[in-house]
Structures are given as structure tokens and as C-alpha cells.
């Protein structure tokens, strides 16, 4: 496997369900991200983890948790979804903070909310 | 919080023309300036960065910045079919740990 990795790559769940997304990165890299995609909207920022730490939660409401269990995992578990958080969730790591270095992007999450 | 802003287009261009896409910031203190390209059903991937004490040509890809307006544009040279894509562009948030990005500029290239 190389560079951004996202498991599932496709998730449909009622909104009682429990699941979970999965995040891999290959690249050595020290931080990284979960972004939100929906339809007309721009990428929204949900949280950033640097060396494992979190450093931002962009006012993320509490059905969405994250996990970072080291630097190369990233998790972003999910209960009592609401439609409207169907979307395409996005990881994304770079070698240092953000700002200043290159983030890659794995292929995305498409997760649908019934 | 900074903003940014882009043209959602779709912007329409004949193969071979160039392709002007522009984005403006909020935050006239922003150093340095990315553009993402995604096509339809992927992710996001990096074309190029530049900071803000100069314009950076690769390829066939060109940012420049206008610091006093406010904006950064991309310039696609002889526009292929295979640059028909969102383009994004995003500065790093205030305190420097991930970007903003815009809505994107959808880029249409015919042949």
C-alpha cells in the first residue's frame, strides 16, 4: 500500500448505527486530518492530529469521535448520524503542520446517512 | 477566521487556450497559497504552492499574486481535456495546523 489509505471506501448506515472509518498513511507522516465534503460546499476541516496529539476540533459535534492511535492510524468513529452528515469524508496527512507542508488526501469515504 | 473565495464556473475553455482561474483571501497576512485539483469522484491533489514573495511557473501551470487585491490566480497554458476538473484553492487557517480551502472553480476543457 502506498500513500493515503481509506477504509471503507463506500458506507450506508441507519441512524441508530455504530460504525467506524479507517485512515492509513504510508508516507512517514507526522500529522493528520479529517475534512467533510458535501455538494456545493467547500472541504471543511473536522480535526488535526500532530504526532498523534490532537490540535484542533473544528466545533465537531459529539456523534463524530477520533481516534488517533499513532501517527500512521487515524479513525473517526460515528453514532446517531443525522442525514445531513452524508458526505464524502476526506483524510488527508502531511509531514509537518498543516499550514506549511503538502497535505495528501486518501480517496475518500462516501457515507450516506438513511 | 480567514476566507476564501472562488468562482464555482464552470469556466469553459477550447483545447489549446489558456485558463485563468482566481481565488481571493480574507487575510491580506497570508504567506502561502495552494491549488488543489480534483477531478470528479476523487480526491484532491496538490498542483502547486507558492508563497507570498513570488509567482512559480511549473510546466505548464502558472500562480501568480496580487498581494494589494487580494488574489492568487492559476494559469493553465494550452489546456488539454485532461485538465477538465474542480480546482481548490486554500491558505492555512490562523494557526497554521491544516488549510481553508474555497468552494472550487469547476474547469471545463472541450476539444
Known amino acids: 500500500e502506498t500513500g493515503v489509505t481509506q477504509t471503507p471506501r463506500h458506507l450506508v448506515m441507519g441512524m441508530t448505527n455504530k460504525k467506524s472509518l479507517k485512515c492509513e498513511q504510508h508516507?512517514?507522516?507526522?500529522?493528520m486530518y479529517w475534512y467533510k465534503q458535501s455538494a456545493k460546499k467547500p472541504l471543511e476541516l473536522m480535526f488535526v492530529?500532530?504526532?498523534?496529539?490532537?490540535?484542533e476540533n473544528n466545533s465537531v459535534p459529539s456523534r463524530f469521535s477520533p481516534e488517533c492511535p499513532n501517527s500512521s492510524h487515524l479513525f473517526l468513529h460515528l453514532h446517531t448520524l443525522q442525514p445531513e452528515d452524508s458526505a464524502l469524508y476526506l483524510c488527508?496527512?502531511?509531514?509537518?503542520?498543516?499550514?506549511?507542508?503538502?497535505?495528501?488526501f486518501g480517496p475518500g469515504t462516501r457515507l450516506t446517512v438513511l | 477566521q480567514k476566507e476564501v473565495e472562488q468562482n464555482s464556473g464552470p469556466l469553459s475553455v477550447p483545447e489549446g487556450a489558456i485558463a485563468s482561474l482566481n481565488c481571493t483571501y480574507s487575510?491580506?497576512?497570508?504567506?502561502?497559497f495552494f491549488w488543489y485539483r480534483q477531478y470528479s469522484g476523487k480526491s484532491p491533489e496538490l498542483i502547486m504552492f507558492?508563497?507570498?514573495?513570488g509567482d512559480k511557473e511549473d510546466g505548464r501551470f502558472t500562480a501568480q499574486l496580487n498581494k494589494a487585491s487580494q488574489y492568487v490566480s492559476l494559469l493553465i497554458r494550452d489546456s488539454q481535456p485532461s485538465d477538465s476538473a474542480t480546482y481548490l484553492c486554500?491558505?492555512?487557517?490562523?494557526?497554521?495546523?491544516?488549510?481553508?480551502f474555497g468552494k472550487g472553480t469547476t474547469l471545463s476543457v472541450s476539444s
Open positions: 488527508a496527512s502531511s509531514q509537518g503542520p498543516g499550514g506549511a507542508d503538502t497535505q495528501y
Open positions: 508516507l512517514g507522516h507526522n500529522a
Open positions: 492530529y500532530n504526532f498523534k496529539e490532537q490540535t
Open positions: 487575510d491580506r497576512g497570508s504567506q502561502s
Open positions: 507558492i508563497y507570498s514573495n
Open positions: 486554500a491558505v492555512p487557517n490562523q494557526a497554521g495546523t491544516a488549510l481553508i
